[in-house]
């Protein structure tokens, strides 16, 4: 999948023919103003105020009419260079233009772009003519305040996208269909993982079939990391406010948090899982010995996102962080980070999800510690990439304001990248918190710190999950395994229920359809709901005693004894492989 603000050509091409939609809605809706019309990983938008005009989907192929129409017309694209006073003029009935050029310095260059009848502020660069804009398409229209202040007007945003041929239009719009079929909040209905309530807002509720795939990979995440020595603590979901002003997170992060007063003092329900893992570190003594220490944490927490900003489960405000936090000496940071890196590399190669890994470094302000100490962090980051086998793109100065990061950005069965892992150094909360431990000369030292998450938040995982596998999970994760339908309930289905029985015995989720309906609706139906393997019993596999069934997606039917597809099955569930 292709990221248009990366791609410089297409980059442009789009902020031009954001300029094109902005036209055309001037066009058809004399009266509208416009705030800005950026570029975005997936094309452009527009936020326009249309005063008491309200633009839906239906509207956009009016709209676009009138896009090709201007293009067809091949107006050149012509810039031109003012003055601050100028451009208050020129905008003087535009509220959302002066205040951009309010927002600007004397000594700023002001440009804007002139097509046809239509001129607006912008920095650039465009193409030479609207002619170039051929192969386009409005996406979607939604509500944006403006500014992203929920405080100010809700302003309209139009998205979409340009190409520079047909076939690369049409092959990202059938992307875009494939990725509406895979919609984790539609197929989390359609296979009752999970609900929402407007009785709570961001707040998923899971369903029994939510809940299983949860425990699975959630049982999965504790195997795995006993594997790699960690120990698991459990921390208070509220704590006071003096532990948040410790932290630090009072001060940067008081307005996405809930709280409430208890006893005459301030407490807040925990934004992150860190400063309850300081405490953790702090209650006994340590040893050089001791390190490193592996602490884990699979913790709830709560954030308040903005109405607008809600998503499904990508976006809630609430969830579970799969977080670590590992406790050691400056000299034995590579080491662990090669190790948590292969380890990384293991968890999500069982998902079929391969992965980027980006180095953000130390920002030009507002950062703690000495520039050697972020020099040698930095570069034990960057080492342990390479010792790993991996490369690592390099993001100059987004690092945290307390030490380096390395995000791992996976990559999905569309070629979608989400954001998921991250192993971030921290060299502000052991100092905060005092954390220390006794050096092999007695000395007390202060140990460096690892934030990391795998999962990253099991609920956007799983939505992630859903999406990958378009819900059709493999056989280890699917809320039901096996299905079994008789075919005629009066000689098959005591047989049936035998089966139910030898297969739950086994530990393999297994779901008994027998109600009395035709054999293709009962069919259908197991393939709908994506059950990984369906078993058809009929009066051969009553007198052989033996099993016939079909994988999900396939019409091939095949039959073994009883013993062998039991023996299948688990073997298919130890390996974690897509079916038998």
Known sequence: MINIKEDKKLSVMNHSCAHLLAQAVRHLYPHAKFWVGPVIEDGFYYDIDLGNDVINDEDLSKIEKEMKKIAKDG????????????????????????????????????????????????????LETVKDLKYFKLLKVSGAYFKGDSKNKMLQRIYGICFENEEDLNKYLEFLEEAKKRDHKKLGRELDLFMMSEYGPGFPFFLNNGMILRNELENFWYKEHT?????????????????????????????????????????????????????????????????????????????????????????????????????????????????????????????????????????????????????????????????????????????????????????????????????????????????????????????????????????????????????????????????????????????????KQILEENNIRVNLDDRNEKLSYTMRESQTKKIPLTLIIGDNEVNEKTVSYRVFGSKDTTTLSIDEFVQKINDAIKNKSKNI
């Open 75 to 126: 107006k050149r694209i012509v810039r031109h260079e003012i003055t601050k006073a100028e451009a208050l003029e020129m905008f003087k009935d535009d509220e959302y233009k002066l205040d951009l050029i309010n927002n600007m310095d004397e000594s700023n260059v002001i440009s804007c772009y002139t097509q046809g009848d239509f001129t607006d502020l912008c920095r650039g660069p465009h």
């Open 227 to 499: 594997k790699e020595g960690y120990q698991f603590v459990k921390t208070p979901i509220m704590l006071n406010k003096e532990l948040w002003e410790l932290s630090g997170h009072w001060y940067n992060y008081r307005e996405n948090m809930y709280t409430s007063e208890i006893d005459d003092r301030i407490f807040a329900i925990k934004p992150m899982n860190c400063p309850g893992g300081m405490l953790v570190y702090k209650n006994s003594l340590h040893s050089y010995k001791d390190l490193p220490l592996r602490i884990g944490e699979l913790g709830q927490v709560h954030r308040h996102e903005a109405s607008g900003a809600l998503n499904g489960l990508f976006r809630v405000r609430t969830f579970t962080q799969d977080d670590a936090h590992i406790f050691m000496r400056e000299d034995q940071i590579e080491d662990e980070v090669i190790k948590l890196i292969r380890f990384i590399d293991r968890m999500y190669s069982i998902f079929g999800l391969t992965y980027d890994i980006e180095l953000s470094t130390r920002p030009e302000e507002k950062y703690i510690g000495s520039i050697d100490i972020w020099n040698k962090s930095e570069k034990a980051l960057e080492d342990a990439c390479h010792a790993s086998g991996h490369d690592c793109k390099i993001n100059p100065g987004d690092g945290a304001f307390y030490g380096p990061k390395l995000d791992f950005h996976i990559k999905d069965s569309l070629g979608r990248v989400w954001q998921c892992g991250t192993i971030q150094l921290d060299m502000n909360l052991p100092e905060r918190f005092d954390l220390t431990y006794v050096d092999s000369d007695g000395s007390k030292k202060r140990p460096v710190m690892l934030h990391r998450v795998i999962y990253g938040s099991i609920e956007r995982f799983i939505g992630i999950l859903i999406e990958h596998y378009a819900g059709a999970f493999p056989l280890w994760l699917s809320p039901v395994q096996v299905n079994i339908i008789p075919v005629n309930n009066e000689y098959h289905l005591d047989y049936s229920n035998k089966l």
